[in-house]
């Protein structure tokens, strides 16, 4: 003969109420309009010495040795962190060991001006 199972019965589980909403555990990061640098960042770390890179000009692999990073990672970082976070006029040139990109201090660059243009 085979027995049914009995459902066990549970009382409803109360859900705890939501108290406080928490922070976030990114650090805000600003940038000195007059010079472009990074002002509130903590020196020393990666993101301060590629932007630092990238105000003298570098190439991808320089900042791969520098970074420890792979070629898809420091696109990522290029084109999200420098060019959309920090709203900074990213250009890049072709050089004799490859694509040399570089910081402009330019505010008002066409280059900028395209992307706001686009995004409306």
């Known amino acids: 003969m085979t027995r049914t199972k009995s459902k066990r019965k549970t009382a409803p589980r109360?859900?705890?109420?939501?108290t406080t909403k928490r922070k976030s555990?990114?650090?805000p990061?600003?940038?000195d309009a007059s010079s472009g640098t990074l002002?509130?960042?903590?020196?020393?770390?990666?993101?301060?010495k590629v932007v630092a890179m990238l105000q003298e000009g570098a190439t991808i692999t320089a900042i791969m040795a520098a970074t420890g990073w792979?070629?898809?990672s420091v696109?990522?970082?290029?084109?999200?962190?420098?060019?959309?976070?920090l709203a900074?006029?990213?250009?890049?040139?072709?050089?004799?060991?490859?694509?040399?990109?570089?910081?402009?201090d330019d505010v008002?660059?066409?280059a900028n001006a395209d992307r706001v243009t686009q995004a409306a």
């Open 14 to 18: 109360s859900l705890p109420a939501k």
């Open 25 to 27: 555990s990114r650090r």
């Open 29 to 31: 990061v600003t940038v």
């Open 39 to 48: 002002t509130k960042a903590r020196a020393g770390t990666k993101n301060a």
């Open 70 to 72: 792979q070629q898809h």
């Open 75 to 85: 696109r990522g970082f290029l084109a999200g962190v420098v060019r959309k976070k």
């Open 88 to 104: 900074l006029n990213l250009v890049s040139e072709r050089g004799p060991d490859g694509r040399i990109y570089r910081i402009i």
């Open 108 to 110: 008002g660059a066409p």
